[in-house]
DNA sequence: AAATATTTTTAGATTTGTCTAAATTTTAAT
DNA sequence: ATTAAAATTTAGACAAATCTAAAAATATTT
């Protein structure tokens, strides 16, 4: 079955929010958006019509099976695309996203496929994402928040929580990147922010917000 | 200035179009577009609203200045999109002008850019037609039709016109492409049809209305 | 439990792009 | 020069996606 690209962009929005929360709500959904309640109630009728959702209203919804395949096709190409624009056309991690926004409406099953053959089939994404296959399944890694981390363990950043333009932003100045190697030397009590020592850099210290979307895993 | 994708093929189809004819009509733009004339009619409303296109009402349009600027732009994306489906993923030449067609719209101008460097800046695409640089200048080749070719010159293929898909089906079915060598070796009077040698291939016979598509130069 | 606040849905409008059918204009034929 | 044919435009309708404002349902507070 084929979508418009508006249908695409809820369904992938609502994946990304029952992620978290189990069920979604409308306005939670319409702020993710930047539209209007009455939009999404709009839209969600045509979704539970086309059987991609399950929703009553005033009670809340969330995808279908069916529904959440299609999700995870979007999520693959989303993801595999912002890998080809920094792997290959050597854009910075905070300038795909928008992009890859467009790309991923792009419809030809044939074009993913061909598309992750020639980025060598990654599992992650520039953000450290991981990429779901061409059957919808999704690669897991064993990763904490830098917050939960033992002092002066050296680990290995594996991926970003808030994926704003202003965090990644903000990571790029502290000079950490995606497999960068980190341990927290300290941790202030006071507003839990965080010591830490980047490898072959000075120490230096990140807010508790910050270190909270810093996620690592213990070296190979 | 922004476009919707329909604006962006209307434009294009008209640029097309005139490159042929000097000025459109608007039943030849409603067949290229498969669409009704009607519809034709409303978008040359909105077209000539935004100073793209001159238009009088029964008196057919053609593209003002920027509308021309704009039709470049999306041709540029769609002929370099085509050379990466080609040359990157290795699609065959026949499969790669819908994907295209759906690639042309994203907006980005960085990503033209990149993609364009990353390509290694090529002048023509997979069917041998010119790609317009960032400025929107075109490449020009001197090059005929094999029914223009004196007999037994050895001549290069260049550029294919009908790009339909089963014309190029059948191109790839002669074991005909772009670069391939040939020379005419005999024009039958009847019915305008060729006998030609292929390079290492025995000689075959092909038919005016194909010869007339099968673009090529002299040999460097 | 009643009143108030929040969330969600409906009603009705708007924009974009399309369509059919009818009217108008231009062109070609008698 | 009329008439007939072809091309083009207008009128009016429709689907998709959005919006605002008002109504309805649910949740929270007194
Ligand atoms: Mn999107
Ligand atoms: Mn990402
Ligand atoms: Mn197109
Ligand atoms: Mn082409």
Redesign the pocket.
Known sequence: MN?????E??IKSIYHLQQQSGIV????L?AQ??????????????LKNKKLLQ???????KLSETGKKVALQVVRKHRLWEFFLVEKLKFDWDKVHAIAEELEHISSDELVQRLDNFLGNPSFDPHGDPIPDKNGRIPTINQQNLTNIPLKKTVTVSSVGNQAPQMLEMLKHYNIALGTQVSVLNKFEFDGSLQIKIFKQNPCIISEQVAKNIFVHYAE
């Open positions: 979508f418009t690209i508006s249908e962009n809820y709500n409308t306005n939670s319409a958006m930047h539209t209007r309640a009455a939009s999404v109630t709009d839209m969600l009728k045509k929703y009553e209203r005033y009670k809340g919804f």
